[in-house]
């Protein structure tokens, strides 16, 4: 499977990941469906709304890591999940 | 008849899911798995983790073309965005007189990309172009294949006079749909005529400009065909946007890796400025 067309494991993993989120997420949904809130973002948004935008900033952080350090890229990671989750949280 | 409460109609979506994963997720993800590797081949690619993002962050060409873009794309709003509602303000209202004034400005917008490039590849020529020749008559010397401003203005009149009517047909209907009796108690206000614009034309435009503007800044910001056709990305590299640098990359080059990380870096900047774009508009449909 994973041969077909060059796929390597580390784009699987991604996009495992990827999909794994999105189905927790609307598992969590679900059991607890969420309500419009208003954090410290300029709008009003919904859980899925700030997963977006957190999963969006962290595709920008890396390039940000990328392009401007040497630095390893786990610490872009890092740095992303814990603002996903200051994100979900506070947002 | 009672009603049916439940989410079961989401199963309705699913054609569309599998259409749109077909047609759209899996030659994102394919692009995804190319931007890491360095394919010389079937059954040759090497696993280069993110060196390709690297390498085309810090590569100055596609920086330069990124900026022509932004530029370019500023360009393009700044002009025909003011421009097109004063076409539409100007237009008549209604009669024989509006219906050929729709007419003639949807020509344009008729016309396909590449036939629009060699219009005015012809039109702007010195030697046969009736527009080159007439500059050239009033004794300025221009020449849109060896100077650089010579050619980028010829592109971006090329672009308004393609687009800028797609603007002035959204806020002439945007305009119509303003009910006659703002008019009227802006009459009996003595209202001036910049009065009526500023405070009763112009905010009931407003949903109708987010859409022209994100729609000129998409076509903008994508643009190939046209100056393609019609400078070649030239003189230099001077008309280059991103999307000729990008096709040099992956179909002249054949530079499958680099131009896959080239390609997911656009498209994250044209999901970033839609996504901001989508949230204005839904964020004043909400404030109204």
């Given at each position: 499977m994973i041969a077909w067309m060059n796929w390597t494991p580390t784009v699987a993993i991604f996009f495992a990941v990827i999909a794994g989120i999105l189905a927790v997420m609307t598992v969590y949904e679900i059991v607890s469906p969420c309500t419009e809130r208003k954090g410290f973002l300029p709008i009003a948004t919904t859980r899925g709304d700030r997963l977006f935008i957190g999963l969006l900033s962290a595709a920008y952080i890396h390039l940000t890591f990328l392009a401007v350090s040497d630095i390893t890229l786990w610490v872009a990671l890092a740095v992303s999940v814990a603002w996903l989750l200051v994100l979900l949280r506070w947002g | 008849m009672q009603k049916v409460q439940n989410n079961k109609a989401w199963w309705l979506v699913l054609p569309v899911f599998l259409l749109v994963a077909f047609s759209?997720?899996?030659p994102l993800m394919t692009v995804v798995n190319y931007s890491v590797q360095d394919i010389f081949g079937p059954g040759q690619a090497f696993f280069v983790g993110t060196e390709w993002f690297k390498e085309v962050l810090t590569d100055e060409r596609l920086q330069d073309s990124l900026l022509r873009q932004f530029i370019f794309s500023g360009a393009v709003l700044l002009i025909q965005i003011p421009l097109g509602i004063g076409v539409a303000l100007m237009m008549p209202k209604s009669g024989i007189k509006g219906s050929l004034c729709l007419i003639l400005l949807a020509i344009p917008l008729l016309i396909p990309w590449n036939v629009v490039g060699t219009i005015w590849q012809i039109f702007a020529r010195g030697d046969i172009g009736l527009f080159g020749?007439?500059?050239?008559?009033?004794?300025?010397?221009?020449?849109?294949?060896?100077?650089?401003?010579?050619?980028?203005?010829?592109v971006l009149l090329m672009d308004v006079w393609h687009w800028t009517p797609l603007v002035a047909l959204l806020c002439y209907s945007g305009l119509r749909a303003i009910p006659e009796a703002f008019y009227q108690a802006a009459e009996i206000d003595r209202a001036s005529k910049w009065a009526v614009f500023r405070y009763i034309q112009l905010p009931r435009l407003k949903s109708v400009l987010i859409i022209a503007v994100l729609l000129r800044f998409m076509d903008s910001f994508m643009i190939y065909i046209e100056p393609f056709v019609l400078t070649g990305g030239g003189p230099g590299s001077s008309t280059t946007f991103l999307s000729q640098t990008l096709t040099t990359m992956a179909i002249g080059q054949f530079d499958l890796g680099r131009a896959a990380a080239f390609s997911l870096i656009y498209f994250l900047i044209v999901l970033l400025i839609s996504w901001l774009f989508f949230t204005a508009i839904t964020h004043a449909d909400k404030e109204k």
């Open positions: - | 759209a997720l899996i020749w007439g500059i050239n008559q009033l004794g300025i010397d221009y020449n849109y294949t060896g100077d650089t401003l010579d050619a980028w203005l010829t």
